[in-house]
Structure formats: C-alpha cells, structure tokens
C-alpha cells in the first residue's frame, strides 16, 4: 500500500509531525481511495542551510512529497487532486504565514504490481488473488 516520504525544512516539533502523518493519511485515503490502516508516513529533516533551490539557501518552509502507490490504481484526475490537496496540508501545516517556497514539490510514483508489496507478497499476487487467477508459481508446477 502507499508509503510517503515527507522531507522538510526547517525541522518542525513532534506536534506537527503527527499532524501531518495524520492528514496525509487521511488525504491518501480520501482522494486515492487508499487503506488508511496500511499507509506508512516517513518525515526527514533537513536544517536550514542544507536545503537549496536555484543554487540559493532557501529562505522559506519547504516540502518535497514523494508518495509510492501501484501503477493503474488511480486516475489522473485522482492524483492531481492529490497532488492540489497535498500540496495545500503542507502550507497550511508548515508555512501558515510564510508560505511555502514555490518549489516544493509532491510527486506520485506508480510502481508496477509486481515489484512492490508488503507483509511478504506483492501487490501482483494479491491481484491475482482477487481475480481468481493461479500463481505464477503455481502455473510453472
């Protein structure tokens, strides 16, 4: 199921990190029809003075959202409103009066079925699971 990456600077408190765990989990599974019990959240941070845009310290809060989901599983429409409403948590969570720097960045990485899973099968299997389908393994026998 998803995971996102949320790296940000500056460093923000406890406090803000478990709000935006909680509101990024919930977005995913609002917006990309996601399993909220299944979605893993991982905040990096980087003071200031490490993070750059245009060769210049950036001067503002800034994001860049990676989320990982399974290829076809969403439509454009989804993912761009999850990249709208992403985008909009962010400032409203970390730069309330500030703003975030224009570049701050979500973006969606769709990974093919069988490349990815968790709890030791792949999101392939479990598809084919769910369609009735033998394993591959299965078929090879």
């Not at 979605?39 to 750059?52: C, K």
């Not at 960045?105 to 709890?119: Q, S």
Request: hydrophobic letters at 45%.
């Amino acid at each position: 199921m998803p995971t996102l990456t949320l790296q940000i600077c500056p460093p923000q408190p406890p406090q803000v990190h478990a709000s935006i765990a909680r509101g990024l989990t919930q977005l995913t599974a609002q917006t990309l029809g996601k399993r909220a019990d299944l979605t893993a959240v991982l905040i990096e941070e980087w003071p200031p003075g490490r993070w750059f845009i245009g060769g210049q310290a950036v001067q503002r809060p800034t994001a860049l959202l990676s989320i990982r989901i399974t290829a076809g599983t969403n439509s454009a429409a989804q993912k761009a409103a999850f990249v709208r409403e992403a985008h909009a948590l962010l400032r409203q969570l970390l730069a309330v009066e500030a703003g975030l720097e224009e570049a701050s960045y979500v973006v969606v990485h769709e990974l093919p079925a069988p490349d990815w899973g968790y709890d030791g099968r792949t999101q392939q299997a479990r598809l084919d699971e769910r369609q009735g389908a033998c394993p591959a393994s299965a078929q090879l026998a």
